[in-house]
């Protein structure tokens, strides 16, 4: 019996050492075993080989390799090959000044035991150990933001499945290391791997490469990200349009300008037309269609970047469903190239102004005002009973010197999340202050106006107001992107995605969320046909009434 019970342990760890492995699973095995290599081991992170071309050889080494043992042997003997790694003394030390923030961090997988030997395991976990703390060959620091470096590009164009991994899985090991936001995901950053490492094995031609790489940069879910390709412009998108202005409310849009065209064609379409259907779509779908190739924050985020794509084409015409006058009206748009759509120069609004003749209710636009303004702004309108800061758009940096003149102490107002330079995946925190000790600092309602074009800056800049002890925020939820941004290439075009972390001092986050307004008030199909603005409205009212 005791012989029986002895060859099935013998028979079982063979089974278990030969356990055959997936395509993906060994591809999946590689990205991690690459990525952390090349920010972790000191040789590696020194810059002394080749990691691209070190990779590329083991995706074709790994395509002969059959089970868990053969892998491990590859890995171990590879791992081996790059050089001694000596003890770090200095790896093992606390820095216990810094408070660190670790939601993001997760090396878990160097103990997945049905996949890695004890062996690679444990040759990993030293090498975490005594990983690289000095200079790195492909990081480098702007103040204590983190940006990648020494990158080769290997072009746009589709050329080899194992060019194509290659950009996958560094695009992956970016998100994984100095992404803020990759615990927020939609989808578990690891199951992104899975998913896609079949993905990029089928692409066969520049446009799936390009809608591929747009389908993976969209799963950060970020409304700072996006991938410019012109491919894409150009047979998604399209180079034509209908030559009209509008805006998006209740799942329409509501057309406000007319432009002329290059041809002095007359339109069919008309200013207030409300346009719910296109070529057989409603606005929805066509927003459902996009999202896929769109990264966004959040659902108004997403309605934010794809809006202006809508009367966007190839053709030389649409169909277009429109509500004029009570009646339903079906008929076909031509549309131009850009270059023939003549645009009239918009009038530039004011810097700021008084709403009201007794000159009690003051308004600034936070889009132009500069920082040399604000002096003059404030002279003028701090004997105002209310303030109106219109922050649906995107301030000039404007927020320290406005929060020396309305705060009335220096305060709390963000936390942000830094990338460590020594720890790949771990972040630390700091929270910085706005304002000075003021005593005369403004004494008025502060009324902040938002909506789904606050984003980012503007964010931050509304999170400031927000300090000051009669705030009030007033419209629909941000777009929920905050922290900087790191701007990078992948296969050779643009990209970013957020890069520091960015929160309220007590962790509440607006990643995602937004700034929530106490007084949620939305456009309407109806105030912008009669040309309102129901969110200034809304602020006027609240002034006057107090609620």
Request: some cysteine; glycine content about 6%.
């Amino acid at each position: 019996m005791r012989k029986y019970s002895l060859f099935i342990l013998f028979f079982l760890s063979l089974n278990f050492s030969a356990r055959i492995l997936s395509e993906t699973q060994k591809l999946e095995s590689l990205c991690r075993i690459w990525g952390f290599l090349k920010y972790y081991h000191p040789h590696v992170a020194k810059g002394d080989l080749n990691w691209d071309q070190q990779l590329l050889k083991k995706i074709d080494e790994i395509e002969t390799v059959q089970d868990k043992a053969q892998l491990n042997s590859l890995y171990f003997n590879w791992i081996n090959s790059l050089g001694k790694v000596e003890n770090c003394k200095p790896c093992s030390k606390t820095d216990k000044s810094k408070t660190y923030f670790l939601k993001n961090f997760d090396l878990s997988w160097i103990r997945n035991s049905d996949v890695f030997s004890e062996q690679v395991s444990q040759q990993l976990l030293f090498i975490e150990n005594n990983r690289n703390i000095g200079n790195h060959y492909y990081l480098g620091r702007n103040g204590r933001k983190s940006f990648f470096r020494n990158e080769i590009s290997y072009g746009s164009q589709y050329t080899s499945k194992q060019i194509s991994l290659l950009e996958l899985f560094r695009y992956w090991n970016f998100v994984e290391y100095f992404f803020p936001y990759k615990y927020e995901t939609d989808q578990n950053w690891n199951e992104v791997l899975t998913e896609m490492i079949p993905r990029f094995l089928s692409i066969g031609n520049d446009e799936s490469y390009h809608l591929t790489l747009a389908e993976l940069v969209t799963k950060v879910d970020d409304s700072h990200a996006f991938l410019y390709s012109p491919l894409i412009n150009l047979n998604l998108y399209g180079r034509r349009k209908v030559p009209v202005e509008y805006r998006y409310a209740e799942g329409k849009l509501i057309i406000t300008a007319i432009h002329k065209n290059s041809f002095n064609e007359p339109m069919a379409l008309k200013k207030g037309d409300v346009i719910y259907d296109i070529d057989g779509r409603t606005i929805p779908q066509i927003v459902n269609a996009l999202e896929k190739y769109v990264p966004a924050s959040n659902s108004w985020g997403k309605i934010t970047k794809t809006k202006n794509l809508f009367l966007n084409t190839n053709k030389d015409s649409i169909t277009i469903k429109i509500e004029r006058e009570g009646q339903n009206i079906a008929f076909t748009a031509k549309t131009y190239l850009l270059k023939d759509i003549i645009r009239e120069k918009p009038a530039i609004p004011e810097k700021w102004k008084f709403l009201d003749a007794e000159r009690m209710i003051g308004y600034v636009h936070m889009g132009i005002i500069e920082k040399k303004d604000l002096d003059d702004m404030y002279r003028e309108l701090k004997s105002a009973s209310s303030i109106i800061f219109d922050l649906r758009n995107y301030p000039k940096q404007t927020i320290i010197p406005l929060s020396k003149l309305i705060l009335p102490v220096r305060t709390p107002y963000y936390r942000f999340t830094f990338p460590e330079p020594g720890y790949p995946g771990k972040f630390y925190t700091l929270v910085n202050h706005i304002g000075q000790k003021n005593p005369d600092y403004y004494k008025g309602n502060v009324v902040i106006l938002v909506d789904e074009n606050t984003q980012s800056q503007a964010e931050t800049t509304a999170v400031m107001l927000k300090q000051h002890p009669k705030a009030k925020v007033i419209g629909s939820n941000t777009s929920g992107a905050n922290g900087d941004v790191t701007m990078f290439k992948i296969a050779e075009l643009d990209t970013w995605f957020s890069g520091l972390g960015a929160y309220y001092p007590d962790w509440r986050e607006t990643q995602r969320i937004g700034i929530v307004p106490e007084i949620i008030i939305r456009p309407t199909v109806k105030g912008i046909r009669e040309g309102k603005d129901e969110v200034l409205e809304r602020a006027l009212e609240y002034v006057k009434t107090g609620h």
